[in-house]
């Protein structure tokens, strides 16, 4: 069955760095999509960024654009995300989800992760 | 940037109701709508793609339609379960953005 288990959450200053991490399992991850959703304490959901199954495109929210990163390793099964020059306004849970179709940029999301949380503060 | 609104924002029915939540894009999506489920302390779940195509596994007394720039999400007869929050969802352009979220909840 298909899992998507994220780590690499926790707390950092504002200004600082965190690398997300999340294995894929359960389905052939190479050929699919990926995108992370962030969720702030008490919020809705909010798309972060997108990276295809072939890691050349990649697409980010404005509010991360210049300071997040996107990357994948299909070897390892595992999509990654570098925060950089954290907020606190990027306080958030951060999920990662797998795209419904394979080979495109654009498509809905099927599976879920159950989320690393993120906690940007001094 | 395209703009999802739901309504309503919130929702009290009982168990055995019929609710219908709808969700308004500001431009035209074509059919590039998802709604999800999301119960408190868990993790999204997926229900329906391309407007109205129900995802692997999701009970069928869950339906959508929609085209365009209007949406639906209806649940025919309440479940314990179907208590959450709903959210649409438009994949038509990047960046792909949510509707604010509609919580469902026992009356």
């Known amino acids: 069955q298909v899992q998507l288990v994220e780590s690499g959450g926790g707390v950092v200053q504002p200004g600082g760095s965190l690398r997300l991490s999340c294995a894929a399992s359960?389905?052939?991850?190479?050929?699919?999509?990926m995108h992370w959703v962030r969720q702030a304490p008490g919020k809705g959901l909010e798309w972060v960024t997108f990276?295809?199954?072939?890691?050349?495109?990649?697409y980010y929210a404005d509010y991360v654009k210049g300071r997040f990163i996107i990357s994948r390793d299909n070897s390892k099964n595992t999509l990654y995300l570098q925060m950089n020059s954290l907020r606190p306004e990027d306080t958030a849970i951060y999920y990662c989800?797998?795209?419904?179709?394979?080979?495109?940029?654009?498509?809905?999301?099927?599976?879920w992760g159950q989320g690393t949380l993120v906690t940007v503060s001094s | 940037d395209i703009q999802m609104t739901q309504s309503p924002s919130s929702l009290s029915a009982s168990v055995g109701d019929r609710v219908t939540i709808t969700c308004r894009a500001s431009q035209g999506i074509s059919n590039y709508l998802a709604w999800f489920q999301q119960k408190p302390g868990k993790g999204p779940k997926s229900l329906i793609y391309?407007?109205?195509s129900l995802q692997s596994g999701v009970p069928s007394n869950f339906s959508a339609s929609g085209s365009g720039t209007d949406f639906t999400l209806t649940i025919r007869s309440l479940q314990p379960e179907d208590f959450a929050t709903y959210y649409c969802?438009?994949?038509?352009?990047?960046?792909?953005?949510f509707g604010q979220g509609t919580r469902l909840d026992i009356k």
């Open positions: 989800a797998k795209d419904l179709i394979d080979y495109v940029d654009y498509s809905s999301v099927d599976y």
């Open positions: 391309a407007a109205s």
């Open positions: 969802q438009q994949y038509n352009s990047y960046p792909f953005t």
């Open positions: 990276i295809r199954h072939d890691g050349i495109n990649k």
């Open positions: 359960g389905f052939t991850f190479s050929i699919y999509g």
